[in-house]
């Protein structure tokens, strides 16, 4: 299983790239040594961790996003479920609602997408 867990200053990268994608590298580095004020080797040292996790990738120079923010989310969340609660989705909805009272939007929205659940999707 691929780790998608980020640390703050990896999650800033991201930003960048998926922000501007795609981009050339020799930009990236310019805006990570004004964002981050990063040298040029931490950039690409980030840059090639990111791509062997699967989010992005460089190719001939164009640093592009292989995964989109949405979908690095959505495998983070399934990570964290995996991880912490045995990969049982209720068990980790029954955690997050205990102690917390849902609004009727809430329970609306939950119910939405339960109801329009598709095993294709």
Do not use: H
Not at 33 to 52: I, M, N, P
Not at 74 to 80: H, T
Request: glycine share 4%; proline share 3%; net charge negative.
């Amino acid at each position: 299983m691929t780790d998608y867990k980020l640390g703050a200053v990896e999650s800033r990268f991201a930003d960048i790239v998926w922000n501007r994608e795609p981009l050339p590298s020799g930009e990236l580095v310019k805006l990570c040594a004004q964002e981050l004020e990063w040298k040029k080797s931490t950039t690409y040292t980030v840059l090639k961790k990111l791509c062997e996790k699967g989010l992005f990738a460089n190719d001939n120079g164009t640093v592009r996003a292989v995964m989109t923010r949405e979908e690095y989310y959505a495998a983070q969340s399934r990570q964290f479920v995996e991880e912490t609660f045995e990969g049982s989705l209720p068990a980790f909805i029954s955690a997050f609602s205990s102690g917390r009272r849902l609004t009727e939007q809430d329970v609306a929205e939950i119910r939405s997408l339960l109801d329009n659940w598709s095993p294709l999707s």
